[in-house]
């Protein structure tokens, strides 16, 4: 750690990594609810269960790239942080603000919520991964809005290098992209169109950018790689990931009301979004193979060459195999849907999430990498995590199997809950898989609290030395 502001990142990758540890509880919660419907109800009803699991989703991921821009910009600027005192009041504000609507999910009906909060004024809520109510809403916006302040004023006044202005680029998308969450048009078309460009504008477009700035930095810190490779890379990952982003999003309006060329533009432009993960594989391994020292933090470079291999196989295969207008029109809306979120939120952006954290908290700590022990650790949490997805990934894929058969393309279509009930066997085994990633979520807490001494003083004179 280069410089003393940096330090304002940690508690953001506290609060991140406690996070993920509600999100997969309510997603185990949820799962079980798939299975036993009256499980925890009328106490904690299903809606709530999956609406907490995507909040806190969304939530978590915001709080670790929050503090990835506090701990990178400044070191790339080569400079302090414009106000690390303001950066802590965001965090305070944006977890408080997280966990009181998290309670109102709980404790407060929904329709009660939504009268409570305005809804009825400015409506906002209902929707998919926005059910949050209008004072949550503005208070996102005014933390991206602390947020941007920050880092740009740090930018402005130390270095401009290309991962800090495609970071502090990304971070200005990622809150215009939010800004369509206060319209809610009566027009479905219209809801339609403005909830996508939320939706895929940040999942499949500007975050993919967020995770090529984060990825980036990491390997220029880990292999030596002269920065200006990574860069030439970075611009054509970029270039692609907003071509084919930008216009894909199209394959969201298949069906929708809008004009029918979007099927054309959507397959097409669509079925080009696994090219950026492709060529992300490429330039980690690549960067790997040019490296010019061996960093002693093992599992750092473990959670970053992986990153771009489940991404591929998340956003970018899982995601091809639904997104053509014919497979679409049979599988939308079934477990497939759900198969490909799951690979791919894990795979392009916890696990990047992952990485940075994994490579910064020692940092933070005064040392270089953790000890042998705790990285060993790290590791073990890391393939259990990995491999569990892969699980959950497969079961969902059958169950959507399963729904397409029976109720998509079959002459004597079942109905839903016949379908359902055929598909319990997936059901048990995404759930089985889920309380493994659990329990390497745990494994991988158990090295990040690990206290030892650094047994790699050589290795860490060396890196220091660089």
């Given at each position: 750690m280069k410089y003393q502001s940096q330090k304002v990142a940690a508690p953001y990758f506290v609060a991140a990594l406690a996070l993920?540890?509600?999100?997969?509880?309510?997603?185990?919660?949820?799962g079980l609810q798939y299975l036993n419907g009256t499980f925890l109800f009328p106490m904690l009803p299903f809606d709530v269960a999956h609406m907490s699991h995507t909040n806190l989703l969304i939530v978590w991921l915001l709080m670790a790239f929050m503090g990835a821009a506090y701990f990178i910009v400044p070191e790339e600027a080569q400079t302090e942080l414009y106000s690390p005192r303001l950066a802590l009041i965001t965090f305070w504000v944006f977890l408080v603000a997280g966990a009181l609507t998290i309670a109102a999910y709980l404790f407060v009906p929904y329709a009660d919520l939504a009268a409570a909060t305005g809804n009825a004024v400015v409506p906002t809520m209902g929707r998919g991964y926005l059910e949050q109510p209008l004072p949550t809403k503005i208070g996102i916006v005014l933390v991206a809005l602390s947020l941007l302040f920050n880092v740009t004023m740090t930018l402005i006044k130390g270095?401009?290098?290309?991962?800090?202005?495609?970071?502090?680029g990304s971070l200005w998308g990622l809150a215009l992209l939010f800004l369509p969450a206060f319209y809610f048009?009566?027009?479905?078309?219209?809801?339609?169109?403005?909830?996508?460009?939320?939706?895929?504008?940040w999942v499949e477009g500007d975050w993919e950018l967020i995770l090529?700035?984060?990825?980036?930095?990491?390997?220029?810190?880990?292999?030596?790689?002269?920065?200006?490779?990574v860069e030439k890379w970075l611009y054509i990952i970029v270039a692609m990931t907003l071509v084919s982003g930008i216009i894909g999003i199209g394959h969201h309006y298949y069906y929708t009301g809008a004009p029918a060329y979007w099927i054309w533009l959507g397959s097409i432009f669509s079925a080009l979004e696994p090219i950026p993960f492709m060529l992300l594989i490429v330039f980690a391994f690549k960067m790997l193979l040019q490296r010019r020292r061996e960093h002693p933090n093992k599992?750092?470079?473990?959670?970053?060459?992986?990153?771009?291999?489940?991404?591929?196989?998340?956003?970018?295969?899982?995601?091809?195999?639904?997104?053509?207008?014919?497979?679409?029109?049979?599988?939308h809306g079934t477990n497939f849907t759900a198969a490909h979120g799951h690979l791919a939120f894990f795979g392009a952006y916890a696990m990047v999430s992952l990485a940075i954290i994994s490579y910064a908290m020692p940092l933070l700590r005064g040392r270089t990498a953790n000890s042998a022990a705790s990285q060993r650790w790290e590791m073990a949490g890391f393939w259990i995590m990995v491999f569990s997805m892969i699980g959950i990934t497969l079961a969902l894929t059958g169950a959507g199997?399963?729904?397409?058969?029976?109720?998509?393309?079959?002459?004597?279509?079942?109905?839903?809950?016949?379908?359902?009930?055929?598909?319990?066997?997936?059901?048990?085994?995404?759930?089985?898989?889920?309380?493994?990633?659990?329990?390497?979520?745990?494994?991988?807490?158990?090295?990040?609290?690990?206290?030892?001494?650094?047994?790699?003083?050589?290795?860490?004179?060396?890196?220091?030395?660089?």
């Open positions: 993920f540890v509600g999100q997969i509880v309510f997603g185990l919660i949820a270095r401009k290098t290309s991962i800090n202005l495609i970071l502090v048009s009566q027009d479905t078309v219209k809801a339609s169109f403005g909830w996508w460009w939320i939706v895929h504008g090529g700035a984060l990825l980036g930095f990491i390997l220029i810190k880990m292999t030596g790689v002269d920065r200006e490779i599992a750092a470079m473990l959670w970053a060459l992986g990153t771009p291999i489940m991404a591929f196989l998340g956003a970018g295969l899982w995601g091809f195999i639904i997104t053509l207008a014919p497979a679409q029109y049979v599988m199997i399963v729904t397409v058969i029976l109720q998509r393309t079959g002459d004597d279509p079942m109905g839903f809950m016949q379908v359902q009930d055929r598909s319990r066997m997936f059901f048990w085994i995404r759930e089985f898989a889920g309380v493994c990633f659990f329990g390497g979520l745990l494994v991988y807490l158990r090295s990040f609290f690990m206290v030892g001494e650094y047994e790699y003083a050589d290795e860490m004179k060396r890196a220091l030395a660089v």
